[in-house]
């Protein structure tokens, strides 16, 4: 189907293994090696039900670390477009107008601790919201290690249907193992898992892009709020600290209350709102009792009120503290980190 795209499929799948030679070793042993089975899985089209085994991973592993060698030291490659030439590999603006016509997307950007993300997929669907281009792909062609199910830059968002589909697998088959009364385990009782999987995994990812794609909107809000290139230009700053943890965490705190909670509230599914808090991350939850508190008592009353009160006090709330870590940051730099942290955890 894309055999007129080999050229530029190489050259981003290129890109992707520079950035994964890069910043392979920022993963501990035990996450490197997950992300590498699930990797593994991906490039030879193994459904995620499948077992897959070290032994299967053993060689291929092997063989992508001396890959891995050989371009560490190369440069990100232009990209080749048929009709208009060469472009830089963070054009993505202009990489997208030449093929978003052709039914593919394309996007790279920054994670965390500056690590270049790329990947290229086919087009799902083109969405325009709320002043918003929401791009929303589907089979990928070119990706790397670290695939998130979702991005934002400026008002374009971008959500990755297969990789979010692999993250809801990951939460179903962790909870599977547990078996526990929580928040995760109420979201997957209203699919039917035991009859069948991967209609159910379907569904519920299906449900959940339109949580990814609220969170991401919550993002670029957030980023207006803060400002977002001095929050991104202190986060790149930071090295590995609780403190840069913590920072993460108010803007995705902030970035619900602004927009993800109230889409939930008002869009009623007790699904989708299970699936929320079940993937609540810790400091978050470190960070907001209040919220957890009050998802409890819907839980056990059905009342949303407290949650709806949390969203709005939390607007306002997390963004004074967001602004003042800035603050802080622009005026000590990192000799502020301790100080961050005790204003921020004082502050909740």
């Known amino acids: 189907m894309h055999t007129q795209h080999q050229d530029l499929i190489q050259a981003v799948q290129r890109n992707c293994h520079i950035a994964d030679a890069r910043h392979a070793g920022d993963y501990t042993l035990c996450v490197y090696l997950l992300k590498m089975r699930e990797f593994f899985r991906w490039e030879k089209g193994i ?11 053993g060689e291929w592993l092997t063989q ?18 048929n009709g208009s030439g060469e472009h830089d590999p963070f054009a993505n603006e202009a990489i997208n107008a030449a093929l ?32 918003y281009t929401i791009l929303v792909a589907g089979r990928e062609l070119a ?7 979702a991005m934002n830059q400026g008002k374009q968002v971008f959500i990755r249907r297969e990789s979010l589909r692999r993250m809801v697998w990951e939460k179903v088959d962790e909870w599977r193992w547990s078996g526990l009364d929580n928040p995760m385990g109420r979201a997957l009782s209203c699919y039917d898992f035991d009859t069948d999987m991967e209609a159910a995994l379907d569904a519920l990812a299906a449900a ?12 670029v809000k957030a980023g207006q709020v ?16 609780h403190a840069d943890i913590m920072l993460r965490a108010v803007r995705d705190l902030l970035a619900d209350c602004l927009h993800t909670l109230p889409e939930l509230l008002a869009r009623g599914n007790a699904a989708s709102l299970h699936f929320y808090f079940g993937n609540l991350s810790a400091m978050r939850k470190k960070l907001a009792p209040q919220l957890v508190e009050a998802y409890q008592h819907w839980h056990e009353t059905g009342d949303v009120g407290k949650i709806a009160a949390y969203t709005a006090w939390g607007c306002e709330h ?3 503290v967001g602004k003042a870590a800035l603050a802080l940051f622009q005026e000590k730099g990192q000799a502020a980190l301790a100080e961050i942290e005790g204003m921020i955890q004082t502050g909740n």
Do not use: K
């Not at 052709?102 to 950007?109: F, Q, R, T």
């Open 226 to 241: 803060l400002g977002d290139a001095e929050w991104q230009t202190m986060l790149f700053a930071l090295p590995p600290s």
């Open 208 to 219: 959940e892009t339109e949580t990814v794609v609220a969170h991401e909107i919550g993002e």
């Open 47 to 57: 459904r995620l039900s499948d077992v897959v085994t070290s032994d299967d991973v």
């Open 143 to 149: 990706r790397d290690v670290e695939a998130p199910p």
């Open 318 to 320: 997390w963004a004074q």
């Open 64 to 81: 992508r670390e001396v890959i891995w060698d050989e371009l560490d030291a190369q440069d990100y490659a232009p990209l080749p477009l």
């Open 100 to 131: 978003n016509g052709a039914g593919l997307v394309y996007s790279a950007g920054y994670g965390r601790r500056c690590r270049p993300l790329f990947f290229l997929a086919e087009l799902e669907q083109t969405i325009e919201q709320d002043g």
